[in-house]
């Protein structure tokens, strides 16, 4: 299918890097793709950057039935654009779709789509150290009918934000609370898809790790409440006795690319890591022991957060003096390193636009 364009005939000012936080700016275009039961996906174009138009009866907005990605384009020093790992994403939304019930994308359109809808918004690629352009692709439901049903129409689109640091201490370490009352997902449910219920059923959590004084929530399985999952933003890491464990992937935790990345550059640099079951109750005891190195999280936001303080029932529990440890600052640098195309990709991670 051949793309439409559709150039805007304003241009917004764009944002100082100082300001640009993460999130709060869009840039001058989007893309846009059909999907009618009968005929498929069709129509994909890229227009101006503007607000969409649904029913009130539409079914994204009373059943959920929504996914998206995250991703992010850099730009070198050489003035060159990379992309990481786009086709990771494009291929995690498909098994989102089929969790749904929403059709499949063609992913080799998807990335077409998204190098010309950057190319065009190619200015809008923020330099300083620690940004990039944040590229959010997602999938509605826009049928116009209550009845508990797939849809049989639904909207793709892309649209792309400048960005900053995800939190507002940059790589300096978070404080984690525990959640001991509220489950965010179970196996068998949605937690392995990337939609909007997920992200909704966490908010509870979030807002009341917030008013604690803690930066995000971590999640405990939904069956025995014991065993780690993941924090709300991100997969988790513990070091512990000079081994890396993250919580294996079962059903209720989101397959992350920046956590399967990890993984793979731990192995690359001959670090011991795991992926098994871990029970907070093993995580305590390991600080207590004074075995717990180090913890961290990781997301396409964050990219690599440090966690320097825990909280568990009514006890607080610092990690690494409450510092950034000496592994995190590896792998923070490491990933960067070849997201920013400084570090050569021996993984062939990089896409060039």
């Known amino acids: 299918m051949k793309i439409q364009i559709e150039l805007a005939s304003n241009r917004k000012a764009k944002p100082e890097a100082t300001t640009l936080g993460f999130g709060k700016y869009f840039t001058d275009h989007?893309?846009?793709?059909?999907?009618?039961?009968?005929?498929?996906?069709h129509d994909p174009r890229i227009v101006p950057y503007q607000p969409i138009t649904l029913d009130p009866a539409s079914k994204v907005f009373h059943y959920g039935q929504t996914v998206f990605e995250g991703l992010k384009a850099y730009v070198t020093e050489a003035n060159e654009v990379l992309l990481f790992r786009p086709q990771s994403n494009f291929k995690r939304l498909n098994l989102s779709n089929e969790r749904l019930c929403i059709p499949a994308i063609d992913e080799e359109l998807a990335l077409e789509a998204l190098k010309q809808l950057i190319t065009i918004d190619r200015e809008w690629i923020p330099s300083a150290p620690g940004t990039s352009l944040y590229i959010r692709p997602f999938i509605i439901a826009t049928d116009s009918y209550l009845s508990v049903a797939p849809s049989q129409t639904y909207q793709f689109m892309i649209i792309l934000s400048p960005v900053g640091s995800y939190y507002a201490g940059g790589i300096n370490p978070v404080k984690i609370l525990v959640e001991q009352q509220y489950v965010r997902a179970v196996a068998g449910g949605t937690g392995e898809a990337k939609t909007g219920g997920n992200y909704a059923s966490s908010l509870k959590g979030q807002e009341l790790a917030n008013a604690d004084g803690f930066d995000q929530t971590l999640w405990l399985d939904g069956?025995?409440?014991?065993?780690?999952?993941e924090v709300g933003s991100m997969n988790i890491f513990f070091k512990i006795n000079g081994k890396v464990i993250t919580p294996a992937l079962n059903g209720s935790i989101l397959a992350g690319i920046t956590r399967d990345s990890i993984i793979n550059?731990?192995?690359?640099?001959?670090?011991?890591?795991?992926?098994?079951?871990?029970?907070?109750?093993?995580?305590?005891?390991?600080?207590?022991?004074?075995?717990?190195?180090?913890?961290?999280?990781?997301?396409t936001a964050a990219v690599i957060s440090p966690i320097g303080e825990l909280k568990y029932l009514e006890d607080n529990f610092v990690i690494n003096n409450g510092e950034i440890g000496g592994l995190s600052q590896l792998l923070y640098d490491t990933l960067t390193g070849i997201q920013t195309g400084k570090i050569e990709d021996t993984f062939g991670w990089i896409v060039k636009l």
Not at 223 to 229: A, I, L, P
């Open 265 to 299: 550059i731990l192995h690359y640099k001959q670090i011991p890591v795991e992926e098994r079951r871990i029970s907070i109750d093993e995580i305590i005891e390991a600080h207590k022991n004074g075995q717990l190195e180090e913890a961290f999280g990781t997301g």
């Open 30 to 41: 989007m893309f846009i793709l059909d999907y009618t039961e009968g005929k498929g996906w």
């Open 223 to 229: 069956k025995e409440n014991k065993y780690v999952e």
